[in-house]
């Protein structure tokens, strides 16, 4: 997902409940967090690109595909999107919901870098141990900058300056985590592992989504 997606995708998880698979996601709402307008046009781009982009899972030998949404209508007066969400994907989200926090989504919705927004979840995980070893390929992969057949910053200087120091630096400014990363070398002094530390910023204080009621989101 871009970064604009992403955010549609994050304040429809805050909405998840049980046997419910239609949602109203106002616009204001993405724009009092990212700080950026979204117009009609941008709008109706984002559902049709999300709409396009499906999952895939592996299941030991086998594999599936299938897509979060299943149908999205917009409303020009209201500036409000109706989301129809592909009920075999439903329990999924309303788990992810459960063990995310209020401050984590607005935290998400608040990174303006794609890869800063992917880092910042994953790295959410580990906040209670405070570091993470990832192999570099891995991280690539899980990044989105990685497939068999093309490799983005394959200059490892210039994959840590423009992709894990800035997205680093934009999260610890802007969330509740401060993130640094180093690496590690094998003996011929190639890249082994990326390191990341993770810590929670004392002052910030949370609730849980579950906590906390549609309308206190809103």
């Known amino acids: 997902y871009t970064p604009a997606e992403f955010d549609l995708v994050s304040i429809l998880i ?22 950026k307008e979204w117009n009609e046009t941008q709008t109706m781009m984002n559902c049709k690109n999300i709409l396009s982009k499906p999952f895939e899972k592996e299941i030991g030998k086998d594999w599936e595909a299938y897509h979060i949404f299943s149908r999205f209508k917009f409303f020009k007066n209201k500036k409000t999107i109706e989301a129809e969400i592909n009920d075999f994907v439903l329990r999924d989200l309303f788990e992810v919901k459960n063990n995310m926090t209020y401050q984590e989504l607005r935290s998400v919705v608040s990174l303006n870098k794609q890869h800063a927004k992917r880092i910042y979840g994953w790295a959410s995980q580990f906040k209670s141990s405070g570091i993470c070893r990832i192999p570099l390929d891995k991280l690539k992969i899980m990044l989105g900058l990685k497939t068999e057949k093309e490799e983005r910053y394959p200059n490892f200087h210039e994959f840590k300056r423009s992709v894990l120091k800035s997205s680093c630096d934009e999260i610890t400014a802007k969330t509740n985590l401060n993130v640094s990363v180093s690496e590690e070398k094998n003996y011929d002094k190639s890249i082994k592992n990326i390191v990341f530390r993770i810590e929670e910023k004392k002052n910030i204080r949370d609730k849980t989504l579950a906590q906390l009621t549609r309308n206190s989101i809103d």
Request: glycine letters at 4%; a negative charge; aromatic letters at 4%.
């Open 14 to 35: 805050s909405k998840i409940e049980l046997n419910k698979t239609i949602y109203e996601i106002h616009l204001k709402e993405i724009e009092e967090i990212s700080g």
